[in-house]
């Protein structure tokens, strides 16, 4: 019996779920990363104190629902470690929101969602990346999924209805007012894609009258933003803030950057290149496979138009991010809203019948290992070469050289080797072979993706960073060896994190460091961002004039380093 089928599909969906809960829990010891310690402890002064404008980097739902939730299951005091878990839990508790949002997505009876929950419900749950994301204490990978996923579902049923309806425009407003106080930037794409979705509407439903969609689209994105002011402004006034404060750093950082990537400036055509083709290159084999489905298949230019809102939302995220950032959303925070949204598009968009789908493979002997290898091969690729992850290699642009500019070259020729592959594969007339192979193939680089973004490093935010559990073991270890009870002393506020009252945090910036320097035996950073020794020449200079002793964490990727004072001389590790 396939999983999730029509007979047993609660018992496969719980499954499902009790396996993502027992995975994340598995996971929740994990050391907090720089961020996310700033966010552990604006939710315990949010907790203690009530809001405040520490911590208020954006709108402030996000940290509403950790203080709620703190509130019910108790304070995360950051002087004990281990209660970072109390706000990892509410992470959890928004994928689990997503999940029964998935179900009741369920209820439209399109696609495979809604004949196999279990096996949507696996492809979100269990991916590594989304488990990941569950966990990592932010905005965009935890309470605002949810909130996005509600808007897409409640957008659908407007769409449906014939002549559009009021009542569920105010309840749309209502949901975008919602998720931009839980964030105010990445659910302002809602607007030109409701927009453009109903403008889209005689595309897919040229039977019916559009023009009501689209007045009611525009009138609930004016409600939907004036709802938004409202409530942002009587927060702020009911907690003494300016309506501004919670937007500071958003309009702080947008001063002279829009407009600033326009074709015409300095090589702002390869810039312009580069970025216009890594949309349709993340989203990749599914895209290919859909759109060279629909070729095949000589699909009228009507159905072509008729592009699911999931994908149409999740493109014009990319779209927006790319043009704007010119990143590749620093692993894995901003990108984590989009492949909720993927998952949710293939799912409803292709129907699959399982049973039908393998007496076809098994029909075709030869084309089976054909088309089982090249998925291998995929998912192979997938996993261990950057020249799939293209923007994993464009944030890395600020250093280029012959190795990367080729891994480009790969990355923009690999789309089209895959319309080629998939146009060998979906020639099969068979419906349900040309089903399961878009169906298997969509799992497959799912699954791929998140395994490489689960585990790349990221240079923005330090996701995917290894070596700061075994820095801080080792460093324990010399502080012992040593016999020296003065606390460490970091430029990391991780590291300062894990050890906590038995460590200093340097800030060169703002302090008489060199004094500093000298009160202390040992000194712990990372190799690089910001934050490390190596950032500035002359700090480098002055620590080692000082310290003299040196080690690098031995790791295919060098990330952490530390200085000490030593009793006699320096050897390895004392």
Same mark, same amino acid.
């Given at each position: 019996m396939p999983l999730g089928s029509t007979k047993r599909p609660l018992v496969a969906v719980l499954s499902v779920i009790a396996v993502y809960i027992i995975l994340c829990v598995l996971q929740w010891h994990r050391l907090p990363i720089q961020d996310e310690i700033f966010f552990h402890r604006a939710a315990f002064k949010w907790a203690v104190g009530g809001p405040q404008a520490d911590g208020l980097w954006h709108t402030p739902f996000y940290l509403e629902g950790l203080r709620i939730w703190q509130k019910l299951f108790g304070i995360a005091d950051p002087g004990r470690q281990g209660s970072v878990f109390i706000l990892r839990s509410f992470g959890v508790f928004t994928g689990l929101l997503t999940a029964f949002l998935f179900l009741k997505g369920a209820k439209r009876k399109e696609g495979f969602l809604s004949s196999y929950p279990?096996? /949507?419900?696996?492809?979100?749950?269990?991916?590594?990346?989304?488990?990941?994301?569950?966990?990592?204490?932010?905005?965009?990978?935890?309470?605002?999924? @949810?909130?996005?996923?509600?808007?897409?579902? &409640?957008?659908?049923?407007?769409?449906?209805?014939?002549?559009?309806?009021?009542? *569920?425009? /105010?309840?749309?407003?209502?949901?975008?007012? $919602?998720?931009?106080?839980?964030?105010?930037?990445?659910?302002?794409?809602?607007?030109?894609?409701?927009?453009?979705?109903?403008?889209?509407?005689?595309?897919?439903?040229p039977a019916e009258s559009s023009f009501t969609h689209i007045i009611q689209s525009i009138i609930g994105i004016i409600l939907g933003l004036s709802l938004f002011a409202l409530v942002?402004?009587?927060?702020? *006034?009911?907690?003494?803030?300016?309506?501004?404060?919670? +937007?500071?750093?958003?309009?702080?950082?947008?001063?002279?950057?829009?407009?600033?990537?326009?074709?015409?400036?300095?090589?702002?055509?390869?810039?312009?290149?580069?970025?216009?083709?890594?949309?349709?290159?993340?989203? *990749?084999?599914?895209?290919?496979?859909?759109?060279?489905?629909?070729?095949?298949?000589?699909?009228?230019?009507?159905? $072509?138009?008729?592009?699911?809102?999931?994908?149409?939302?999740?493109?014009?995220?990319?779209?927006?991010?790319?043009?704007?950032? *010119?990143?590749?959303?620093?692993? &894995?925070?901003?990108?984590?809203?989009?492949?909720?949204?993927?998952?949710?598009?293939?799912?409803?968009?292709?129907?699959?019948?399982?049973?039908?789908?393998?007496?076809?493979?098994?029909?075709?002997?030869?084309?089976?290992?054909?088309?089982?290898?090249?998925?291998?091969?995929? +998912?192979f690729g997938i996993c261990f070469f950057n020249c799939f992850e293209p923007l994993y290699i464009i944030e890395m642009r600020q250093d280029p050289n012959l190795n990367k500019l080729g891994w480009h070259f790969v990355s923009i020729a690999l789309p089209i080797f895959l319309i080629l592959m998939g146009v060998k594969i979906i020639k099969y007339q068979e419906k349900g072979i040309q089903n399961a192979v878009v169906v298997f193939g969509i799992i497959v680089t799912f699954l791929g993706h998140s395994l490489s973004q689960a585990t790349m490093d990221s240079p923005g935010y330090l996701f995917g960073e290894e070596g700061l559990a075994q820095t801080i073991e080792e460093v324990k270890q010399l502080k012992i060896k040593?016999?020296?009870?003065? @606390? /460490?002393?970091?430029?990391?506020?991780? /590291?300062?994190?894990? $050890?906590?009252?038995?460590?200093? +945090?340097?800030?060169?910036?703002?302090?008489?460091?060199?004094?500093?320097?000298?009160?202390?035996?040992i000194l712990v950073s990372r190799t690089y961002d910001n934050y490390s020794v190596r950032y500035n020449p002359q700090w480098l200079t002055d620590v080692n004039s000082r310290f003299r002793c040196h080690q690098v964490i031995n790791l295919p990727r060098e990330r952490f380093e530390w200085w000490w004072k030593p009793l006699a001389k320096c050897e390895e590790g004392l």
């Open positions: 279990a096996i /949507v419900l696996a492809l979100l749950l269990l991916n590594p990346y989304f488990i990941q994301c569950s966990l990592l204490l932010d905005i965009d990978n935890t309470l605002m999924i @949810p909130a996005l996923v509600l808007w897409v579902l &409640a957008v659908l049923k407007w769409d449906d209805a014939k002549n559009g309806s009021w009542s *569920q425009t /105010v309840v749309i407003a209502f949901i975008s007012a $919602f998720a931009l106080m839980v964030k105010e930037l990445t659910p302002l794409i809602l607007i030109p894609t409701w927009i453009c979705y109903s403008f889209l509407r005689p595309w897919r439903k942002l402004i009587i927060w702020t *006034q009911a907690h003494h803030m300016s309506w501004r404060e919670p +937007l500071e750093l958003t309009l702080g950082k947008s001063k002279g950057k829009i407009g600033q990537y326009t074709p015409w400036d300095v090589l702002g055509i390869v810039r312009w290149i580069f970025l216009s083709y890594l949309p349709l290159v993340w989203l *990749q084999i599914p895209t290919l496979f859909f759109l060279t489905k629909m070729a095949l298949e000589k699909i009228s230019a009507h159905k $072509f138009f008729s592009i699911p809102l999931p994908f149409l939302f999740a493109l014009a995220v990319y779209l927006c991010y790319s043009w704007l950032i *010119q990143g590749s959303f620093y692993f &894995a925070k901003y990108s984590a809203v989009v492949w909720p949204m993927l998952v949710l598009d293939f799912s409803m968009v292709i129907p699959l019948n399982l049973k039908k789908a393998t007496e076809c493979l098994n029909e075709l002997k030869n084309s089976k290992k054909f088309i089982l290898g090249f998925l291998f091969v995929w +998912l040593i016999s020296r009870g003065k @606390p /460490v002393l970091t430029t990391a506020v991780d /590291v300062q994190w894990a $050890f906590q009252n038995d460590a200093k +945090l340097l800030v060169f910036e703002k302090e008489d460091y060199l004094k500093i320097l000298d009160q202390y035996d």
